[in-house]
């Protein structure tokens, strides 16, 4: 991002899971040349429009995407049919939790959208120090332990990105599955938020994956946290079928009350 688009207001977009025209509808308020769009992962699995919505926040001016666990239970679905077409393992799992064929083979046929994706940060530092990542977990930390990267010393998000990258490149995209699919650590232990919020040096963390029931951003934690997951997908589970507004999971970011 250069000067210029630190300026521009943030948009955060939680988890879209496939569902392209409820995305369209809720960025429609908000021009791309005016925003600074966040798009927190998950876009894919649930919906029949995965390999769409990440197209769609790949191309937005101004937009970075950060992965969700659902993109790297995908890319290993694809790792391993290339690997061992028999082997389903990795397949019926990512089908179970609403992968989509049809996707997979369009990703399996777009090798610069993979490797886009492949290239995916998993935390990113907002310009007001706002920590973004997908999961509302501190397992992050150990996909860093098992690229044989420490977070002490230098700079934790590049550490932890860097770490997620290598995982990726290695073929252990169900490891990157496996920690970010933890959920609800933060707003059971709020010791931990703290915790991890001192350890990447950050006053407060935004991030999705955890549905929630609210008509807005859900902020927990005495602020410290805000939860972007509103269920805006219409397919799947019961989690990705909330009757809430698109607000709840499309909105600005508020601004850091010190």
């Known amino acids: 991002m250069t000067a210029a688009e630190d300026d521009l207001p943030v948009l955060i977009v939680g988890d879209v899971h496939g569902d392209v025209e409820r995305l369209f509808s809720a960025l429609r308020p908000y021009p791309p040349e005016r925003w600074r769009t966040v798009f927190l992962g998950d876009l894919v699995d649930g919906g029949p429009f995965g390999v769409g919505a990440l197209r769609s926040a790949r191309d937005r001016p101004h937009s970075q995407v950060l992965l969700g666990n659902h993109e790297a239970l995908m890319l290993a679905a694809l790792t391993e049919r290339r690997r061992d077409p028999r082997n389903r393992e990795a397949l019926v799992r990512w089908l179970g939790v609403g992968g989509q064929q049809h996707d997979l083979d369009e990703l399996a046929r777009d090798p610069g959208l993979e490797a886009w994706l492949r ?13 973004a990542q997908h999961a509302d977990t501190d397992a992050y930390a ?38 970010l699919s933890v959920r609800d650590t933060f707003r059971r232990y709020p010791a931990r938020l703290q915790t991890w919020l001192e350890r990447m040096r950050a006053p407060r963390l935004v991030h999705g994956h ?33 009757r809430t507004p698109a607000a709840a999971t499309v909105a600005p970011l508020p601004p850091l009350v010190n």
């Open 119 to 131: 290239e995916r940060p998993a935390l990113l530092r907002l310009p007001d120090g706002t920590l």
């Open 210 to 242: 955890s549905p929630h029931a609210a008509r807005q951003p859900l902020a927990y934690a005495e602020g410290r946290a805000i939860n972007f997951d509103g269920g805006l997908g219409r397919w799947g589970g019961s989690p990705y079928r909330r």
């Open 142 to 179: 150990r996909l860093a332990e098992l690229a044989g990267l420490t977070l002490d010393g230098g700079e934790p998000v590049e550490r932890v990105n860097r770490a997620v990258r290598t995982l990726l490149s290695d073929g252990r995209e169900d490891e990157v599955w496996d920690a």
